[in-house]
């Protein structure tokens, strides 16, 4: 890729970020030397329950992706150069004979994980799987879905690809796992920087049922099918990007990471900052943190946090119930709220599950020793405040031991995402952790979604320098 100035092939560019909760298909266009990015098209998303399950809606994402795929190719005569894919980690698709989705995919809060880890537990301990992946053992990641495949019935040589990989593939490129994506499985070795074979074989799992591994920047092909016959996507390259959605958000920090923390802010919440080195000591273990591949070098050094996940259960659960509630208008009124029950541990087992989150929020206030809320027309800012000054105060807990881990002092905390809009939450953050709290991009998945693809050579590691230069440029540092 040439430099901004001498950039030669003006096509647009594609991003499609998919979300636990919606799917968005971005475009770049050029006008003069300036990028324009618009939302053309959003496909609502959630986990669905089957046959006492919970999995994902593929063939509604499918559809979505491809009617958001045609608005582009309608707008953008000038052609499109490159698709790119990102999204949440850990859930995959399982391949059948004919290459088609063997089943619906499963989603990581499927119960069926809990058995399955304590199976993992008992065959190789969680301090030496850390140690060789840096990924923190939790029951959603990919490993332990995998021996619930086993102990399902699922043979161990059953071709399987990572969600936003999956997409890739089915626009007709190679079926692949993009390295930010795959540190999430708990399947890879740091050093290497490839698939454990010893984890593979100690597992009962068969490596080659595994995708190769390829760096963020690499074209894994061409589109190919139905879409390819419009006029805009001919010779439309197919990239994986960053294809964890939080490396992508990660790609467009602008600001120098050595001193900053970065909360990624959705339904989960990141925390954490950029490290050189992986830390997979016992203590950043057991302090709940994880090393992820970053797209522009290093590692994603961060932890968990329950996040907005707690307030839209509750938002559904009201919604049964006839109580139509509008999230800003409730951030408002939580921002009203005198005083609060207590706060609560965020991180509680119950708050993870899904279903009946109002009265989840009321047991772990009383296991706290605190009154619970009355669960009435009217009360919702105050289980809104609760919840957010109970973020707020993780968050804090988080930074402080994210500076003992790291050996470094944060000056401020760069906040991205969706939940970087609750200006509620990033006064309470400011309050609790002493830090000034700079909102980022709300979209940070889609502009290093975006960033990647201009930097990207087509083979092997795209450049962090090239990255960060496209990242500067497209939300006008530069």
């Known amino acids: 890729m040439t430099e901004p100035g001498e950039m030669r092939d003006r096509r647009a560019l594609v991003a499609i970020d998919l979300g636990a909760e919606s799917c968005r298909v971005s475009l770049l266009r050029w006008i003069g030397d300036k990028a324009q990015i618009s939302l053309l098209h959003r496909i609502p998303n959630g986990p669905i329950k089957l046959d006492e399950t919970l999995r994902w809606p593929l063939e509604r994402i499918i559809v979505g992706v491809e009617e958001g795929l045609r608005k582009a190719a309608a707008v953008a005569t000038e052609g499109i150069r490159s698709i790119a894919v990102d999204g949440w980690a850990v859930d995959y698709v399982l391949l059948g004979a004919d290459g088609k989705p063997a089943s619906a995919p499963f989603c990581y809060r499927d119960e069926r994980n809990i058995a399955s880890k304590t199976t993992v537990e008992g065959i190789i301990a969680a301090e030496e799987m850390f140690a060789q992946n840096g990924a923190q053992p939790l029951r959603i990641n990919t490993v332990y879905q995998l021996v619930a495949d086993l102990e399902s019935g699922v043979g161990a040589s059953t071709p399987w690809v990572l969600f936003p990989e999956y997409i890739l593939h089915w626009l007709g490129g190679e079926r692949v796992a993009e390295y930010t994506n795959a540190t999430h499985t708990g399947l890879v070795d740091l050093e290497t920087e490839g698939w454990s074979r010893p984890l593979f074989h100690k597992l009962g799992l068969a490596i080659e049922a595994a995708p190769p591994i390829v760096y963020a920047g690499t074209c894994v092909g061409k589109l190919k099918g139905e879409l390819a016959s419009l006029a805009a996507f001919e010779d439309t390259c197919l990239i994986a990007p960053a294809c964890h959605d939080t490396a992508s958000a990660i790609a467009a920090i602008t600001a120098d990471l ?134 707020a105060n993780r968050y804090a807990d988080v930074i402080r031991h994210l500076e003992s881990l790291t050996h470094r002092s944060f000056k401020s905390i760069t906040v991205l995402g969706g939940g970087s809009r609750n200006s509620l939450l990033n006064r309470l953050t400011e309050e609790s ?27 092997g590691k795209t450049s962090p320098e090239l990255v960060r230069m496209w990242a500067r440029r497209l939300t006008g540092v530069e």
Request: hydrophobic content about 45%; proline content about 4%.
């Open 433 to 459: 952790t002493g830090l000034p709290v700079f909102v980022g991009e709300a979209e940070g998945s889609t502009l290093g979604n975006f960033a990647v693809q201009l930097a990207a050579t087509g083979n």
């Open 258 to 391: 050595s001193h900053t923390a970065y909360i990624v802010s959705g339904t989960w919440s990141l925390v954490g900052t950029v490290v050189d080195r992986p830390v997979t000591n016992v203590e950043a273990m057991q302090a709940g943190f994880t090393n992820q591949g970053a797209a522009a070098g290093g590692y994603c050094f961060h932890t968990n946090v329950n996040g907005m996940w707690i307030l839209k259960q509750c938002m559904d659960a009201w919604c049964e119930q006839g109580r139509d509630i509008d999230l800003l208008k409730l951030i408002s009124e939580a921002a009203k709220v005198d005083s609060i029950p207590g706060l609560i541990d965020v991180a509680a087992p119950d708050l993870l599950l899904s279903g009946e989150m109002p009265a989840r929020v009321n047991l772990e206030l009383e296991r706290k020793g605190f009154a619970q809320i009355s669960d009435q027309p009217g009360s919702e800012a105050v289980f809104a405040r609760v919840i957010f000054a109970s973020l």
